[in-house]
């Protein structure tokens, strides 16, 4: 049964109603249940629900009992529609919730659980006078809800610990590849053993009821503040039972787990939609920041920086070497008789032949003139001619003038 679902109510003392311990748990009992009697005639076994049993130690609510020639199996269900997350030798395993405030419930291990409850029934069997192998006694937990995948169990535990889309494949290969023993009891058998659970079964005595609830209320008030409070529980669990048949399947071929492939919880739709429309949205914002919010002349800027940088650095790596070729450097007089000499009439004409205008053209000097220009009788113009000389003063480039 299970003792913990999405939603807790705790009474005064903090701990968990019996009555709402069972309410939880009927809903995925109702939904294996269902499942388990639909393939009841197709696989061939007895089914039982709700078993309650009772010794000299304590109570034990078992959901549902399928016998075959194979022995029991005891399945345990739980109804979490979360991440389950656990491993084979931790006493608690965790329920996480996905939305707002990302809620996380702890449970008792259902491995572990039902480990007690093989023991409780073998011991019982054998208290009647049966003799029954143990590993005639096997469990099964089925979760009817959550996704399985972030579980950590070992190759045996993962055999026996399913999702409930999985329950029909597991039996399957019960009695077929996978069995657990030699299935060697007869049909009589197995109605026997079959009547003799019926008629230990106590789930209409109301005292032995009503002692399995105060078991039960103890069992909430001892687990009760490890299970909301979400801290690490000291490892008390038995890594394996003395009832540990799983041992005795196949060891070379494994029941195939497909537990990764469980659901996992699905999102609000509009919670999936949000997650598809973010990347839009923040490549929307970089466009309208790139063209209209001075996005590109600031992009620009620090790319121009990386690239003027690194031409200083590199100009300042060659300006450390010695020079290896003549530089040009500005020389006003040669520069005159070199355009004396290339256009007289022009250089008749110049405003400024002293002091002309300097500049650079790609790395070479150059001198700019104003000078008069007749247009007509009784008009005239200043015009500009530049004269580019190379390091030998030899004449590269003439702009402007006649």
Not at 235 to 252: F, K, R
Request: charged letters at 20%; glycine letters at 8%; a positive charge.
């Amino acid at each position: 049964m299970n003792l913990s679902s999405t939603t807790h109510d705790y009474n005064s003392e903090g701990m968990l109603d019996y009555a709402q311990a069972s309410a939880i748990g009927d809903v995925g009992e109702r939904r294996v249940g269902d499942l388990l009697r639909s393939e009841a005639p197709a696989l061939g076994y007895c089914m039982l629900d709700n078993l309650l049993l009772v010794d000299d130690q304590t109570t034990a609510q078992l959901d549902h009992v399928l016998v075959d020639r194979f022995g029991v199996v005891i399945v345990e269900t739980k109804n979490y529609h979360a991440l389950i997350r656990g491993k084979s030798d931790e006493k608690f395993w965790t329920a996480c919730y996905s939305g707002k405030g990302r809620r996380r419930e702890r449970f008792l291990n259902p491995l572990r659980q039902n480990d007690r409850h093989r023991e409780m029934l073998h011991r019982v069997i054998q208290a009647c006078g049966r003799r029954l192998p143990p590993e005639y006694v096997q469990s099964l937990v089925v979760f009817a809800g959550g996704n399985l995948a972030h579980l950590k169990v070992d190759d045996a535990d993962a055999l026996r610990v399913v999702p409930s889309r999985e329950v029909v494949d597991y039996l399957r290969a019960r009695c077929g590849d996978f069995q657990p023993n030699r299935g060697a009891l007869d049909a009589q058998q197995v109605a026997d053993l079959v009547s003799l659970l019926q008629s230990l079964n106590q789930a209409r005595n109301h005292e032995v009821v009503a002692q399995h609830a105060a078991n039960v209320t103890r069992a909430s008030r001892r687990f009760g503040g490890q299970l909301r409070r979400n801290r690490p529980a000291p490892n008390t669990a038995p890594h394996h039972s003395p009832y540990g048949a799983p041992a005795v399947y196949n060891q070379n071929t494994r029941y195939p787990d497909g537990s990764q492939f469980a659901p996992a919880r699905r999102n609000p739709w509009w919670a999936r939609l949000g997650r598809q429309l973010l990347p839009l949205m923040l490549l929307l914002a970089f466009g309208w920041w790139f063209v209209d919010g001075g996005g590109g002349a600031v992009l620009g800027g620090a790319i121009a920086s990386s690239i003027l940088g690194a031409t200083n650095r590199s100009a300042a790596a060659v300006s450390a070497r010695p020079p290896t070729v003549s530089v040009a450097t500005y020389d006003v007089s040669l520069a005159r008789r070199k355009l004396k000499e290339a256009s007289p009439s022009v250089y008749r004409q110049l405003a400024n032949a002293e002091t002309p205008r300097l500049s650079m053209t790609r790395g070479l000097p150059t001198y700019t003139w104003q000078y008069v220009n007749k247009t007509a009788a009784n008009a005239v113009s200043v015009q500009e001619i530049s004269v580019t000389l190379d390091a030998a003063g030899n004449i590269v480039g003439v702009t402007g003038g006649r």
